[in-house]
C-alpha cells in the first residue's frame, strides 16, 4: 500500500512540472505577459500615458481653474482698493416741488430803530415763497492727505491675499499631479492584475479550480473604478474608455537596482542623500542609546503639563484673545462720557459769489419805501473762508443701552476666560496622551533590544549547533530571519519615538530638538471613584457647560438690548459754530441745548426682532441644558473605559506571567535536547505578543485615566 501511494506521489509531481515547463513555453503564459506587456491590441481604444493625464488634468482641473479664476479676482479687488487714495468726486443734487406754501415773517424793528425813519421794518412783513419746482446740485471733489497713510494699511490685506492665492495655485497644481499620478498607476496596477487573472483562466478551467470568473469579475470592476477616478481628475466624462501604458513604462525615469548599484556616488549626487539600511541606521542610532542617563534630562509627566500650559503656542493665543476682551470692555466703557466732534471746511472760491437781492425784499415803508429800493447785487470777495463746527454731547437716555453693552462685553470676556481654559485643558489632555504614548513605546524599544539580544545569542548558538550537526539549516535560517525582523521593529520604534518626541516638543511650546526622556508609568493601584461625585465636579469644572449659561445669559442680555431701542436717544449737548472771513455772517455762536433722536414708527421691526432674539435665549437655555447631559453621558463613558481599561491591564498581566513561565520551561527543555528549535521561537513570539499587550494595556489604563481626568475638567 505504501508503494501504491509512493508511486502516485511521484506521479503527481513529475506532473505538475510537466504542465509547468509547458507553462513556461507557451506564449500565453502570465509571466511571459508581465515581461512583455503585450496587451491585446484595440484601435478603437487610445492608449493614455501619465504625460498626457496630468496635461488633461493641469488643463481642465475643476480645482486648477477655480484658482485661476480667483487669482484675477484678487487682483482686480487690489486694484480697486487702491482707487481710494485719488480724488473722490461726489454729485448731490436734490430737487422738488413745494407741497405746502412756506412763509417767512419779518417782526417790526427786527431790523432796528432809526431815530430818522423809525423801525426798520415798520410793519410785520410776510414773505411768501412761491411753489415753483426748484432744485439745489451739489459738487464736490475731495483728495485724501492725512487717510493715505491708513489706507496704506488696509491695502497690505489685500496684496497679502494675492500673494497668498499665487503661492496656492503652485501648490493645488502639484497635489492634482500627486492625485492623476497615483490614479494612474492605480489603473495600471488593476490592468495588470486583469490580464494577469484572464492569462490565467486556461489553467483554472483545466485545473478545474473554482473562483476564477468571480475573481476576473471583481478585477474588471476594479478597472473600472481606478478608470473612472481618472477620467474625473482630467475633468472629461468618466465613461470615456482608455488604456494605460505597463508600469514598467510609466515609471521609466526609475532605473533598475543593477544600475543604482553600478552608477557612480559622485555621478549621481541624489544616492547621497538615499535612504539608508537597517543595519546602517541601527549602528547610527547604537551610540544615542549608550549616553548616560544624565545627559539626557529626564521629563515628569507634571514638568511636561506645566510647560505646555505656560508654553504652549495655542493657549498664549487664547490668553492673547483674553486680553483683547478686556480691551473691547474698556472701549465700551468709554461710551459712558461725553463725545467730541469737530468739523472744519475751509477754502477759497474758484470764482466769486454773487446774489441779488430784490427790490422790496426786506419790506415796503410810507417813509422809506421798498428796501432795498432796487434790485441789489452783493459780491463776495475771492479770499479764504471756513466753517468751524464742533460739538460735545453727553449721552443720557442712551446710558442704559450702554450699560447692556458693558456687560454683554463683560459676558465676552468671561467667554474668552473659559476658551483659555478648554485650550489648557485640552492641551493638558493631549501632552499627556502623547506622553503615555512615549513611554508606551519607550518601553517597547527596551523589550526590543532585549529579544534582539537574546536572539543574537541564539543565533550564535544555533549556528555552533549547527556546526556540530546538532541543528538544522533552516532552523539557522530562522533565527536569522527573527533576527532581521526584531531589528526592523526596533528601527521603527526608534523613528516613532522621535516623531513622538518632536510632537511633545511642539506642544511644549520649544525647539523640536530638544532631548529628553520620559518617566516608565507605574503599574496603577486600585482606586476607588466615586460615580456621583465626579458627575457633579464636572458640571462645574466642564468649560462646555460654563460657556453655554455664558451663551445663554448673553442671549438674555441681547433681548434687553433690542427693548431698549424703544427709549428716544436724548443726549445734553454744547455747540460751537463759526465763519470766518464771511462778514455777513455771525462769527462765533455757541449754544448748550439738547439733542434729541427717536423713530415712533418703524412697522413692527423692533417687536419682530425682540421676539426672534427671545427665540434665540430659549435655544441658548436649551443648549445648556443639552451641554449638561453631554458631559453626565461623556463622564459616564470615560468611567466605563477605565474600568475596561483596568480590567484589561490585570488580565494582560496575569497573561504575561504565564508566558514567561512558558518560556523558562522551553528554554531549558530546549538546553536539555528535549525540545525544538522551532518550539522557543514560538514561544519566544508568544511572550513578545504577551508583553506587547501587556505594554498596551497599561498604556490604555493611563490614557483612560488621562481622559477620565479630562472629562471631569481637570487639567
Not at 407741497?99 to 419779518?106: A, D, H, M, N, Q
Not at 427665540?615 to 470615560?638: G, R
Request: overall charge negative.
Amino acid at each position: 500500500m505504501q508503494q501504491i501511494t509512493r508511486k502516485i506521489l511521484w506521479a503527481v509531481i513529475f506532473g505538475a512540472l510537466n504542465l509547468f515547463a509547458q507553462a513556461q513555453d507557451s506564449p500565453s503564459s502570465p509571466q511571459k505577459l508581465a515581461a512583455d506587456q503585450t496587451f491585446p491590441p484595440d484601435s478603437s481604444v487610445p492608449v493614455l500615458t501619465v504625460d498626457e493625464a496630468i496635461a488633461q488634468a493641469v488643463a481642465n482641473h475643476g480645482s486648477l481653474r477655480i484658482a485661476d479664476r480667483i487669482r484675477p479676482n484678487a487682483g482686480d479687488e487690489l486694484a480697486a482698493n487702491r482707487t481710494t487714495r485719488l480724488r473722490n468726486t461726489q454729485i448731490t443734487a436734490p430737487g422738488g416741488r413745494l407741497l405746502t406754501k412756506p412763509s417767512v415773517t419779518s417782526q417790526q424793528g427786527s431790523l432796528g430803530v432809526c431815530s430818522v425813519t423809525g423801525p426798520s421794518p415798520a410793519t410785520n412783513q410776510t414773505i411768501h415763497v412761491a411753489g415753483t419746482p426748484a432744485g439745489a446740485a451739489f459738487v464736490s471733489i475731495t483728495q485724501p492727505l492725512s487717510t493715505q497713510y491708513g489706507w496704506h494699511l488696509e491695502w497690505k490685506t489685500p496684496a497679502l491675499g494675492v500673494e497668498a492665492t499665487r503661492q496656492d495655485q503652485p501648490k493645488t497644481r502639484l497635489e492634482v499631479v500627486d492625485q492623476v499620478r497615483r490614479a494612474y498607476h492605480a489603473v495600471a496596477e488593476a490592468q495588470s492584475a486583469l490580464d494577469s487573472l484572464e492569462a490565467s483562466l486556461p489553467y483554472y478551467e483545466e485545473s478545474r479550480l473554482p473562483g476564477a470568473e468571480n475573481g476576473v469579475t471583481d478585477a474588471k470592476g476594479q478597472v473600472a473604478s481606478a478608470s473612472e477616478r481618472l477620467n474625473d481628475l482630467m475633468g472629461r466624462d468618466i465613461r470615456t474608455q482608455f488604456r494605460v501604458t505597463s508600469i514598467r513604462n510609466t515609471d521609466a525615469e526609475l532605473e533598475a537596482p543593477e544600475a543604482l548599484e553600478t552608477t557612480e556616488p559622485q555621478d549621481r549626487p541624489e544616492l547621497k542623500a538615499s535612504l539608508p539600511s537597517a543595519s546602517t541606521t541601527l549602528a547610527q542610532q547604537d551610540p544615542v542609546s549608550t549616553v548616560p542617563a544624565l545627559t539626557i534630562p529626564v521629563l515628569t509627566i507634571d514638568e511636561a503639563v506645566a510647560l505646555a500650559v505656560k508654553g504652549n503656542r495655542q493657549v498664549r493665543s487664547a490668553a492673547l484673545g483674553v486680553d483683547a476682551a478686556q480691551q473691547e470692555t474698556a472701549a465700551q466703557r468709554t461710551s459712558r462720557w461725553p463725545q467730541f466732534q469737530t468739523y472744519v471746511l475751509g477754502g477759497e472760491a474758484l470764482r466769486p459769489i454773487s446774489f441779488t437781492i430784490p427790490e422790496g425784499a426786506l419790506g415796503v415803508y410810507p417813509s422809506t419805501g421798498p428796501i432795498p429800493g432796487k434790485n441789489s447785487q452783493v459780491t463776495t470777495p475771492r479770499q479764504f473762508t471756513g466753517l468751524v463746527f464742533a460739538q460735545a454731547s453727553q449721552p443720557l437716555s442712551q446710558l442704559w443701552n450702554i450699560h447692556l453693552s458693558v456687560i454683554s462685553s463683560r459676558i465676552a470676556e468671561d467667554l474668552a476666560r473659559e476658551t483659555l481654559e478648554q485650550q489648557r485643558q485640552d492641551t493638558a489632555h493631549s501632552v499627556r496622551d502623547l506622553y503615555y504614548q512615549i513611554a508606551e513605546t519607550q518601553t517597547q524599544i527596551g523589550d526590543a533590544e532585549s529579544n534582539e539580544r537574546y536572539l543574537v545569542e541564539l543565533n550564535a548558538e544555533t549556528d555552533r549547533n549547527l556546526v556540530q550537526l546538532a541543528a538544522l539549516k533552516g532552523d539557522s535560517l530562522s533565527v536569522r530571519a527573527k533576527l532581521s525582523q526584531q531589528r526592523y521593529q526596533l528601527l521603527s520604534l526608534r523613528d516613532t519615538e522621535q516623531t513622538q518626541k518632536e510632537s511633545l516638543n511642539r506642544l511644549l511650546g520649544r525647539d523640536l530638538s530638544t532631548p529628553f526622556s520620559v518617566e516608565v508609568q507605574p503599574m496603577p493601584t486600585p482606586e476607588e471613584i466615586d460615580l456621583q461625585a465626579a458627575r457633579r465636579e464636572a458640571i462645574e469644572q466642564r468649560t462646555e457647560v460654563r460657556q453655554a449659561r455664558l451663551q445663554a445669559k448673553n442671549a438674555e442680555i441681547a433681548v434687553r438690548q433690542e427693548r431698549a431701542q424703544y427709549i428716544p436717544d436724548v443726549s445734553a449737548t454744547l455747540t460751537y459754530v463759526t465763519l470766518p472771513n464771511v462778514s455777513f455772517a455771525p462769527q462765533n455762536v455757541l449754544q448748550a441745548g439738547f439733542l434729541f433722536k427717536w423713530q415712533p414708527f418703524d412697522w413692527g421691526q423692533k417687536k419682530h426682532k425682540s421676539e426672534s432674539l427671545r427665540d434665540s435665549a430659549n435655544q441658548a437655555t436649551l443648549s445648556e441644558q443639552d451641554a449638561e447631559q453631554q458631559v453626565i453621558l461623556d463622564v459616564n463613558a470615560k468611567f466605563r473605559s477605565l474600568r475596561e481599561a483596568r480590567a484589561l491591564l490585570d488580565a494582560t498581566a496575569l497573561s504575561e506571567e504565564a508566558e514567561r513561565e512558558k518560556l523558562r520551561v522551553v528554554v531549558n527543555r530546549y538546553g536539555q535536547k528535549a525540545a525544538l528549535l522551532s518550539d522557543v521561537l514560538q514561544q519566544e513570539e508568544a511572550i513578545s505578543a504577551a508583553g506587547s499587550n501587556y505594554e498596551n494595556a497599561v498604556a490604555a489604563f493611563w490614557r483612560a485615566k488621562a481622559g477620565f481626568d479630562r472629562s471631569l475638567g481637570r487639567e
